[in-house]
């Protein structure tokens, strides 16, 4: 349903530490390990072993969920409070979050450089206060400037947090990383469907104080976020090789045609937000609760799917047979969406879901490849600049989608879908190749090269 580090509409991501463990000096009492076997056989102590396999990742799992359920809460209302109640034109809403995007992409790659020479827990840390305050500081709004501005500012924040957050991501994951970014990713999606419900609730209300207490939400999330982020450790800096080039992302060729295949692939995304919807509602006769289901059952299988696919796509070899086998999955799961157009009344609502069901397995085997290709042909000194770059190709395919999709596909009718699945399931195909490439053109780690001469 989301990206690891998406950049949504107004916001960006967090990160967490340890949990206490009991303490190791009672280990030869035989009423300690008593009591230990009864917490591990709790409810707690399962959800414990459920969200993280050390400290580090339950912390960073954490306050990404937090993070997120504060996404889900205001994004959900972002649009409706400054049109409502503070009375700006659509229009002017719309450029506003445009200038504000289009500059937010240009601050990742810096910020993620930034991340690598200076720390990523500590920049992390700052991108959160700076949206914090800036989320805050919409409840001021009146005017389409002050709107830009702010969102401006928290774009940029955005971008920095998200390349920081790849960045923390790759040294909190661990002898297992496949199997921490898989269940990171499920509970980011978590906290996105449970702060939409919040969001939800409070919409029902539709009166101003409803819609501020969603934007303070979403900043006390960020703020929590950060602190929780003061559990982790603070982790070393890892040096750069010698006349290393600054924008080394900028000249690594596998990686840049990585970047521009999945920020392609990541049209896939708005097709079961956007064009399904429209699909639905202007071509079949379906009911209108079966758009709501989509969006469930869409959310429902990323959310208990994750973890059991993308726990085993580890490497990116890994990676890129599994991007392959998200374009063949997207391949049958457009012609299925278009056909509910050509069926029964009473046959289109089971078709519908049916189709959301098959590309949500695609949607999982997609970001988990993104994981491993994303991490795995990134070098560690420089994870956040490669995380940088990832971003802003995703960021500008989210951007370009919303035309692409309302004009070619739906301009076309069910050519259109048959063409938007032979485009996804071409991108797959491409997925083994460029990992055997990027794989083939990794260096050497430093260390080895300098002991090997």
Request: with cysteine.
């Amino acid at each position: 349903m989301l990206t690891g580090a998406s950049h949504t509409l107004v916001f960006g991501a967090g990160r967490l530490t340890p949990h206490p463990v009991l303490d190791a000096d009672a280990a030869g009492s035989a009423a300690a390990v008593s009591v230990r076997a009864m917490i591990k056989g709790s409810f707690a102590g399962r959800i414990g072993s459920m969200v993280g396999d050390s400290g580090p990742e339950r912390v960073l799992i954490a306050a990404s969920f937090v993070n997120r359920v504060g996404n889900g809460l205001f994004n959900a209302a972002s649009a409706l409070y400054f049109t409502l109640i503070v009375g700006l034109p659509a229009v002017q809403v719309g450029a506003a979050l445009t200038v504000a995007g289009v500059i937010g992409l240009c601050a990742g790659i810096p910020g993620g450089h930034f991340a690598d020479r200076r720390g990523a827990r500590t920049i992390m840390m700052l991108a959160l206060l700076v949206q914090a305050v800036s989320m805050a500081t919409l409840v001021l709004v009146e005017s389409w400037t002050l709107l830009t501005v702010i969102a401006t500012v928290d774009q940029i924040a955005a971008a920095v947090g998200g390349a920081a957050w790849g960045a923390l991501v790759a040294r909190v994951g661990g002898e297992r990383p496949a199997h921490f970014r898989a269940k990171l990713r499920t509970f980011v999606n978590l906290g996105v469907v449970l702060g939409t419900v919040g969001a939800g609730l409070a919409l029902a209300a539709g009166t101003r104080e409803a819609y501020v207490a969603l934007i303070l939400g979403n900043a006390a999330s960020f703020a929590l976020c950060g602190m929780l982020l003061l559990l982790l450790p603070r982790y070393p800096v890892l040096p750069a090789p010698p006349r290393e080039r600054r924008r080394l992302a900028f000249t690594d060729r596998p990686y840049l045609v990585f970047t521009a295949l999945y920020g392609a692939m990541g049209l896939q995304y708005p097709v079961v937000s956007l064009l399904l919807p429209i699909w639905i509602a202007e071509h079949t006769e379906a009911p209108r609760w079966t758009v709501a289901a989509l969006f469930a059952v869409n959310s429902a299988f990323c959310v208990l799917l994750q973890t059991r696919i993308g726990s085993r796509i580890e490497t990116p070899h890994d990676g890129g047979r599994a991007f392959r086998v998200a374009g063949l999955l997207f391949l049958v799961s457009c012609p299925m969406m278009a056909l509910a157009a050509y069926t029964p009344v009473w046959a289109t609502a089971g078709l519908v879901l049916a189709a959301v069901f098959v590309h949500s397995l695609g949607e999982v085997w997609e970001s988990s490849a993104g994981f491993a290709l994303g991490f795995g042909l990134a070098p560690d000194h420089a994870q956040g600049q490669y995380q940088g770059l990832l971003g802003l190709g995703f960021s500008a395919g989210q951007a370009l989608a919303p035309a692409i999709l309302t004009t070619v596909v739906l301009g076309l009718g069910a050519t259109g879908w048959l063409l938007l699945a032979l485009f996804f399931a071409a991108l797959g195909a491409a997925g083994p190749a460029l990992a055997r490439w990027g794989t083939r053109t990794r260096p050497q780690p430093f260390a080895v090269v300098d002991a090997a001469s």
